[in-house]
C-alpha cells in the first residue's frame, strides 16, 4: 500500500530515518520505490532533464506532466510534488488554484513549496483546504539571484535564528514535513528538536529525522559541480559514456548489429 503524507509525518522521533529521492520519470521512480519512502518531484527538474540554468523555467505544465509519471510509475512511496516558481508566491488564491491542479492531476499526496514565515499564510490556506503542504527552507533554489544566495545557511546568529523562526511558522502554518536545505549541523539539529514534524535534510547533518538527494547527483549522472552534500553511490554517467563509447565503435566498424539482432526469414 503506498505511503501516506500522514504516515510521513507519524515518522518524527522515530529511530529508523525517512529515506526519500527525487524522480521525475515513471522508469527511475520503479527503480526507486521499493527502497523509498517518499520520492520528489521536484523541480531540479529544470537543471537535471532540461539543461535550464536555474529551476525558475520550470512550468506548472512540467510539473504535472512528470508528477504523473511518477505516481504511475510507483506503488509505494509517498509522492511530493514541487510547486514551481511564479506559481505560489503571488497570493494564497493563486496558490491554492495551482495546488489543487497539481494534487488533482497527478494523484500525488502533498505539494512542496519554498519559503519561511513569508509562506505561512499560503500554507495555511492551502492545508485548510486540505492539501498537505510539504515546507522547504534554508537555501531555497528558487530565490537564488545571486552567487552568496548559495550559501550555507545558519553560520550567523541572525541567519540560525531567522532559520528557527521560519520552521516554527511553516510548522504552526501546517505543514505535514520540511526540507531543510544545506544549513549547518547544529541549527538543523536545533530545528529538528524544536519542531514536531519530520525535517528532511539535504545538506543539513545527520540529526534530521530523514534525508533526501537528486537521485541523479546520487548516482553520479549530473554534470558540472558536485555539492559537497552529494555523495555518490554509482558513477552512472561513465557507464553511459563507456556504453555509447563501445556502441558507436561498433557501429562504426560494421560489428553491430550481430546475427542475434538480426530479422531473417523464417524457415518454411
Ligand atoms: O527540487 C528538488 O529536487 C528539491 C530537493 C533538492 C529537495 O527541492
Do not use: W
Amino acid at each position: 500500500m503506498r505511503k501516506t503524507i500522514k504516515d510521513i509525518q507519524a515518522h518524527k522521533n522515530k529511530a529508523e530515518p525517512l529515506v526519500c529521492l527525487t524522480a521525475y520519470t515513471a522508469r527511475v521512480a520503479q527503480l526507486l520505490d521499493p527502497h523509498c519512502d517518499l520520492l520528489l518531484v521536484g523541480d531540479s527538474m529544470g537543471m537535471v532533464l532540461y539543461g535550464m540554468d536555474s529551476t525558475r523555467g520550470v512550468s506548472l505544465e512540467m510539473m504535472i506532466n512528470h508528477g504523473r509519471a511518477v505516481a504511475s510509475g510507483s506503488a509505494r512511496a509517498c509522492i511530493v510534488v514541487d510547486m514551481p516558481y511564479g506559481t505560489y508566491e503571488d497570493s494564497p488564491g493563486q496558490a491554492l488554484e495551482n495546488a489543487r491542479r497539481v494534487m488533482d492531476e497527478t494523484g500525488c499526496d502533498a505539494v512542496k513549496l519554498e519559503g519561511g514565515a513569508k509562506m505561512a499564510e499560503t500554507i495555511e490556506t492551502l492545508v485548510n483546504a486540505g492539501i498537505p503542504v510539504v515546507g522547504h527552507i534554508g537555501l531555497m533554489p528558487q530565490s537564488v539571484s545571486e552567487e552568496s544566495d548559495f550559501r550555507v545557511k545558519g553560520r550567523s546568529a541572525d541567519s540560525a535564528a531567522q532559520l528557527l523562526a521560519d520552521a516554527k511558522a511553516i510548522e504552526r502554518a501546517g505543514v505535514s514535513a520540511m526540507v531543510i536545505e544545506a544549513t549547518i549541523e547544529p541549527v538543523a539539529a536545533g530545528i529538528t528538536q524544536a519542531v514536531s514534524v519530520p525535517t528532511i535534510g539535504i545538506g543539513a547533518s545527520v540529526a534530521c529525522d530523514g534525508q533526501i538527494l537528486v537521485t541523479e547527483d546520487m548516482v553520479g549522472i549530473t554534470g558540472g559541480h558536485v555539492p559537497k552534500f552529494v555523495k555518490q553511490y554509482a558513477r552512472v554517467g561513465e557507464m553511459i559514456g563507456e556504453a555509447a563509447a563501445r556502441y558507436a565503435a561498433d557501429v562504426r566498424s560494421r560489428a553491430f548489429p550481430e546475427d542475434a539482432q538480426i530479422y531473417r526469414k523464417k524457415a518454411s
